[in-house]
């Protein structure tokens, strides 16, 4: 395969509908223009055309729009076929666009081909995919911004700062006869400690976007009846787990997705954590170890209606989190509450359920005041590329102030300045270029 190659695809979604899109980008556009529909139109018109297969016989009739390159998404020459939204009458097509010279996209190539072409940076490709796969209004309205360029923008000033903060260095390096003492120079100082200021706030607001984006993995567990399928059926807002008094009801793991403020949630519902001879429960147990190992966050149910008032252990991963529920307050004659990170609730009548959702989004780290016009679609690789450029700022801090050695600096902003730029694309592997486009749809 060559980004040469003329590729094509059907770019709705599986099955039937009212109207389906085939979309062609590459250099034999023009020549599959004239044999499918006799001509080539004029480019930026809808024209209603019939689509003929090899002996003239028509396939389909609709609506045809030409993109003459390089005023096109993909930078290349664009057809699309607005046709019937059949599967067959798609894939006669389809067939026979590639029967006159193309090849079948793979998943995520145009929009790569508009990335290789600099009509969009790699943030604004991801974008692209995050608003397909936005599950809340949050995350698309979150995955719009980064794709009308504002986070790229963003990033971009930075790296600016971080080019201009680079030339006043590296210029006193390399011309040392003019004797320019740079790091006695405050200006110095001043615009490395602006740069890290900013960056902590994109840092932030990257966090944010990333959890709209990717929500948060949050695994229930405790002993039996201590009430874990009762809150996930409360959170979940349906029955979805049967309840019972009867201990050791949940033998498996049970999985609901939620969102609260617009943040997914994966809740999972795991087994009673005790020991027991029946070979099912402990193969229940075993997979509620597993859950809890991988998950984000651990919501510990008590049974406080028990006398019980501690949390038993639980193995979870140092940088999980964890939230302690006391569960059947209203047995106890309790309010519900929250009180030192703890959560009082009754999870069978539903009170205090709001108070375990804000403390999820607090443990989370997610201020639902920042949902407004400045969000932008974050992932986890920007979320690393910033903490790694951030850790480089901090030594060349170090370099400026304890061993105060320029060339160490230097190369410390230049490290940071590649960090950032590989947010945008500027400065990424082909490895990564492939991962991220393979997750696209085909067609996109």
Not at 106 to 115: D, Q, V
């Amino acid at each position: 395969m060559s980004h040469k190659d003329t590729i094509a695809a059907i770019a709705t979604a599986p099955g039937h509908g009212g109207v389906g899109i085939i979309r062609v980008s590459g250099d034999r556009v023009n020549a599959i223009c004239k044999a499918l529909l006799g001509d080539i139109p004029p480019a930026r018109y809808a024209q209603y055309a019939c689509f003929e297969d090899g002996a003239g016989d028509v396939i389909d009739q609709g609506i045809v729009l030409l993109f003459n390159k390089p005023q096109s998404f993909t930078g290349e020459d664009v057809l699309e076929l607005q046709g019937h939204g059949g599967p067959v009458v798609l894939d006669r097509l389809l067939k026979r666009i590639l029967e006159l010279g193309a090849r079948p996209a793979r998943a995520g190539e145009f929009s790569e081909r508009a990335f290789l072409n600099d009509k969009i940076d790699l943030v604004q490709a991801e974008a692209i995919a995050d608003l397909v796969a936005a599950e809340s209004e949050q995350s698309a309205a979150a995955a719009m911004h980064s794709l009308q360029g504002e986070f790229s923008v963003t990033i971009n000033r930075l790296v600016e700062q971080l080019i201009q903060l680079r030339v006043h260095v590296e210029s006193a390096l390399d011309f040392p006869e003019e004797e320019i003492d740079f790091l006695a120079d405050r200006a110095i100082e001043d615009k490395l400690t602006a740069i890290q200021k900013q960056l902590l706030q994109v840092k932030q607001s990257c966090r944010q976007g990333a959890l709209l984006r990717e929500g948060m993995r949050v695994v229930i567990t405790g002993k039996p009846n201590a009430g874990k399928s009762s809150l996930l059926n409360q959170l979940a807002g349906l029955d979805s787990a049967i309840v019972s008094d009867v201990p050791g009801t949940t033998r498996d793991v049970l999985r609901e997705h939620i969102q609260i403020e617009g943040v997914p949630l994966h809740i999972i519902d795991t087994a009673g954590m005790r020991e027991s001879g029946d070979a099912i429960e402990q193969e229940g147990v075993r997979r509620a170890q597993v859950e809890i190992e991988q998950a984000d966050i651990v919501l510990h149910i008590v049974d406080v209606s028990s006398g019980e008032n501690t949390v038993t252990e639980t193995t979870i991963k140092d940088n999980n989190k964890q939230i302690t529920v006391y569960n059947k307050v209203d047995l106890i004659d309790q309010p519900c509450r929250i009180e030192a990170g703890a959560v009082w609730l009754s999870a069978k009548s539903g009170e205090g359920i709001d108070l375990l959702k804000q403390q999820l989004l607090i443990v989370m780290g997610f201020d639902a005041n920042t949902q407004h016009e400045g969000m932008f679609s974050a992932r986890t690789r920007h979320v690393l590329a910033i903490e790694d450029a951030e850790q480089h700022l901090l030594l060349a801090d170090e370099a400026l102030h304890g061993t105060r050695a320029g060339e160490l600096m230097a190369e410390e902003l230049r490290l940071a300045q590649n960090e950032l730029s590989s947010i945008t694309g500027e400065f990424s592997s082909d490895d990564l270029l492939g991962k991220i486009f393979s997750e696209f749809c085909i067609g996109k």
